[in-house]
């Protein structure tokens, strides 16, 4: 496997955002430029707001609910 790492700049509207998942095969890391963005963890929920860097360890979290407008950058380490 190819090891690197991605980056994407994505805006959401309120409410939007994938569907729920995890990746079992990379980290994934979250800078929120505005917004909020809600993550769950076995039974805990957290949220990150705009100026958060968020580190996301492979099948650890579920990305989970999107609020605001939203834009975060996300960088993914495989």
């Given at each position: 496997?190819?090891?690197?790492?991605?980056?994407?700049?994505?805006?959401?509207?309120?409410?939007?955002?994938?569907?729920?998942?995890?990746?079992?095969?990379?980290?994934?890391?979250?800078?929120?430029?505005?917004?909020e963005l809600t993550f769950s963890e076995a039974d805990r929920d957290f949220t990150a707001r705009s100026g958060d860097l968020v580190l996301i360890k492979r099948a650890r979290v579920l990305l989970?609910?999107?609020?605001?407008?939203?834009?975060w950058q996300e960088r993914s380490r495989e």
């Open positions: 496997m190819e090891r690197g790492v991605r980056c994407h700049l994505r805006f959401r509207s309120p409410g939007g955002g994938p569907p729920d998942h995890y990746h079992a095969e990379h980290d994934e890391l979250f800078y929120l430029l505005e917004g989970r609910i999107v609020r605001k407008t939203l834009a």
